[in-house]
């Protein structure tokens, strides 16, 4: 089955007592046994719950792979997965990663004796040179947030094929609408689904997907003795989301696409950064491993005076936190979302105070573009 057909069906089928079409919230905590030591395949909600089964094996099926995982955030996904490693590990991350993955590593993970190091990973021999005896796992975003650097998937296989380390893409800014990472060889995917998978804005979640049998027994385990699941209600707000994940990246997509191409000719901006841009470095790159380019575009307007009288100027973009929602929001990373990484660190990979990030939503195109350009005239 197509995209469109599994985003709806994979996973779920009519409910066995009332034939319910939409699979139930099973709003409980635990099950009842027949006789002890009989079950049903329940016993405990933190360990199983059908509402999270079916949106685990949904996700699973709309990234191509044959486990999902789903997590109470992609926070908490990110925390499970980096839990199978242990001290004197070496981990290898793309340097413009989200900024609470970079606090999660930085501030907690490395006080527990896992080594991190963070290169340009759009550059393969950087992750090359970067790599150690210790190295156990490549962790990636592609593109990356907010300066949608692009990472070549099958490159990043090639480097870590037959040394025994484990590969890991977040695909938050794609969905699995238009980046299958696994298809690339890569061992896991992680998503805050937060952001495009659930798309309402409503819900905080994570997971992740992978088709290797030894991955999905460690995070199996560690999901259950970790203990940071979705509620039943959360996982079905999910799951009612996925049903139309097709539908709003192609909206989101497009009208991306268009606005990119318009902020390009503007005088008042610097620089346009989107990987469906023939001006974006990894273009070609982008081409070789997406089907679309996503919906999110950062611009460079020179100042941090500039940012801040650009997004209070906006009317139908929101100044929020986050992205991926239908509704159109604006970020401003260095005081937002990357607050926490180091200035230095965040100027080698162009994070300037000046940079802002549109998460382009699915209202109309013109509506957009019009409230972007009276922004701009403020400046």
């Known amino acids: 089955?197509?995209?469109?057909?599994?985003?709806?069906?994979?996973?779920?089928?009519?409910?066995?007592?009332?034939?319910?079409?939409?699979?139930?919230?099973?709003?409980?905590?635990?099950?009842?046994?027949?006789?002890?030591?009989?079950?049903?395949?329940?016993?405990?909600?933190?360990?199983?719950?059908?509402?999270?089964?079916?949106?685990?094996?949904?996700?699973?099926?709309?990234?191509?792979?044959?486990?999902?995982?789903?997590?109470?955030?992609?926070?908490?996904?990110?925390?499970?997965?980096?839990?199978?490693?242990?001290?004197?590990?070496?981990?290898?991350?793309?340097?413009?990663?989200?900024?609470?993955?970079?606090?999660?590593y930085e501030q907690v993970i490395s006080k527990q004796g896992i080594e991190f190091s963070y290169v340009d990973t759009s550059d393969s021999s950087a992750i090359i040179n970067a790599l150690k005896p210790n190295t156990k796992l490549i962790y990636v975003e592609t593109p990356t947030n907010p300066m949608l650097n692009i990472t070549d998937l099958k490159a990043l296989n090639k480097i870590a094929a037959g040394k025994g380390i484990l590969t890991c893409v977040d695909n938050t800014f794609m969905s699995p609408y238009f980046q299958n990472p696994l298809d690339f060889g890569i061992d896991m995917v992680v998503h805050s689904s937060t952001k495009y998978i659930n798309g309402h804005s409503d819900v905080i979640g994570g997971c992740i997907i992978t088709s290797?049998?030894?991955?999905?027994?460690?995070?199996?385990?560690?999901?259950?003795?970790?203990?940071?699941?979705?509620?039943?209600?959360?996982?079905?707000?999910?799951?009612?989301?996925?049903?139309?994940?097709?539908?709003?990246?192609?909206?989101?997509?497009?009208?991306?696409?268009?606005?990119?191409?318009?902020?390009?000719?503007?005088?008042?901006?610097?620089?346009?950064?989107?990987?469906?841009?023939?001006?974006?470095?990894?273009?070609?790159?982008?081409?070789?491993?997406?089907?679309?380019?996503?919906?999110?575009?950062?611009?460079?307007?020179?100042?941090?005076?500039?940012?801040?009288?650009?997004?209070?100027?906006?009317?139908?973009?929101?100044?929020?936190?986050?992205?991926?929602?239908?509704?159109?929001?604006?970020c401003h990373p260095v005081s937002m979302t990357h607050g926490s990484v180091p200035k230095e660190l965040r100027e080698k990979f162009g994070l300037t105070d000046g940079l802002v990030r549109l998460s382009v939503g699915i209202e109309d195109c013109d509506d957009l573009m019009e409230d972007i350009e009276n922004a701009l005239a403020v400046i």
Request: hydrophobic fraction near 35%.
């Open 1 to 104: 089955m197509k995209f469109s057909t599994r985003q709806i069906h994979a996973g779920q089928h009519p409910e066995e007592t009332t034939g319910a079409v939409i699979t139930p919230i099973f709003q409980t905590s635990t099950y009842s046994n027949s006789k002890l030591g009989e079950s049903k395949g329940h016993d405990y909600g933190r360990t199983i719950n059908p509402t999270r089964t079916a949106l685990e094996a949904n996700l699973a099926s709309l990234e191509n792979g044959k486990y999902g995982f789903c997590f109470s955030s992609g926070m908490a996904a990110i925390q499970t997965l980096i839990s199978m490693f242990s001290p004197g590990d070496h981990v290898i991350c793309t340097d413009n990663v989200y900024g609470g993955t970079y606090r999660l």
């Open 212 to 330: 290797n049998d030894d991955v999905a027994g460690k995070l199996k385990f560690l999901q259950n003795s970790i203990g940071s699941v979705p509620s039943p209600f959360d996982c079905w707000l999910v799951l009612r989301s996925t049903k139309t994940l097709a539908q709003r990246m192609k909206a989101h997509n497009e009208n991306a696409v268009a606005i990119s191409g318009r902020l390009s000719g503007e005088k008042k901006v610097g620089k346009v950064y989107y990987p469906g841009l023939k001006s974006h470095p990894q273009h070609e790159t982008a081409l070789s491993q997406m089907r679309g380019f996503g919906g999110i575009i950062s611009i460079e307007l020179g100042s941090y005076d500039a940012a801040v009288n650009f997004c209070n100027a906006l009317k139908i973009f929101q100044i929020a936190e986050s992205l991926g929602g239908v509704e159109s929001l604006v």
